[in-house]
C-alpha cells in the first residue's frame, strides 16, 4: 500500500487511502499516540467495500508523520485540525465523515465546531463530550477502564515496547470482544519499525487537545 503525505505548512502528514475516488469520503481519526496501522487493514477494506473512500493518517507526533521536540506544550489542538483539514484538502475533498477514537473523537467534535461545513457526519468510539473541565469527565469513566495500565512498568527493549503497545490498545477492547493477540503483537512491532516511542509525544499531544476551548 503507498503512504502519501499532505502538508500542513512545514508539518508532513503521512495517510493511505482504501476503496475507490469518487465514493463517499470517510477520515478515520486514531487516538492518543496511536499510529494509523491501528485501524485494521480488514475494517478499512470493509469500509471501502460499503461504499466508501476511507483514509487513515498518523497525527502529527506520530508514525511517520513529522515529530516535535522537548516535554511542554508544541502546538495547539486547532493546529491538529489544521492537519485533518490538510489531509482532506490533498486528497480534493470539501467535506468528508469522520470516524473518531478516543482523542480522535475530540478532534471530530471540535471539527465540527471549527469546520461545520466540512463535516458530514460524526461517528465517535471512547470518546469524552469536548469542552468542559478534566474533572467532570471522570463522570464518563468505567473504572477500572483506562486506569487498568496506570501502574504497568516496561523495559526499554524492543519487546517491552511492543508489550507496552499492545498493552495500551488493549485498554480500548470491549469486554465480548478482544482483540487477536497475534494482531496486536505484529501490528506493535510495524509500529516500532515505524517510529520508535517518544515518550513525550503522548504529553504533547494531550497538551494540545485538553488546551482547546469551545
Not at 486528497?91 to 465523515?97: D, N, T
Not at 517491552?160 to 488493549?170: P, Y
Amino acid at each position: 500500500m503507498q503512504t502519501k503525505a499532505a502538508y500542513n505548512g512545514n508539518v508532513e502528514i503521512a495517510y493511505e487511502t482504501f476503496g475507490e475516488p469518487g465514493s463517499r469520503p470517510l477520515v478515520l481519526i486514531g487516538g492518543l499516540d496511536g499510529q494509523m496501522i491501528w485501524w485494521h487493514d480488514g475494517f478499512c477494506q470493509a469500509l471501502a467495500d460499503a461504499g466508501f473512500h476511507v483514509v487513515r493518517y498518523d497525527h502529527r507526533d506520530a508514525g511517520l508523520s513529522t515529530h516535535f521536540t522537548g516535554k511542554k506544550k508544541a502546538y495547539h489542538c486547532t493546529d491538529m485540525l489544521d492537519d485533518l483539514m490538510a489531509v482532506m484538502d490533498d486528497l480534493g475533498w470539501e467535506s468528508a465523515h469522520l470516524f473518531g477514537l478516543s482523542m480522535g473523537g475530540g478532534l471530530a467534535q471540535f471539527a465540527a465546531l471549527h469546520h461545520p461545513t466540512r463535516v458530514r457526519t460524526l461517528t465517535l468510539v471512547n470518546a469524552l463530550p469536548m469542552g468542559g473541565s478534566a474533572i467532570g469527565a471522570f463522570r464518563y469513566l468505567r473504572f477500572p477502564g483506562p486506569f487498568k495500565g496506570l501502574f504497568r512498568r516496561y523495559g526499554k527493549s524492543r519487546q517491552e515496547k511492543v508489550r507496552m503497545l499492545a498493552d495500551i490498545m488493549r485498554l480500548t477492547e470491549g469486554p465480548h470482544h478482544q482483540f487477536d493477540d497475534d494482531w496486536l503483537t505484529k501490528t506493535a512491532e510495524r509500529c516500532m519499525d515505524r517510529r520508535w516511542p517518544d515518550p513525550h509525544a503522548r504529553n504533547r499531544q494531550l497538551f494540545a487537545a485538553l488546551g482547546e476551548k469551545l
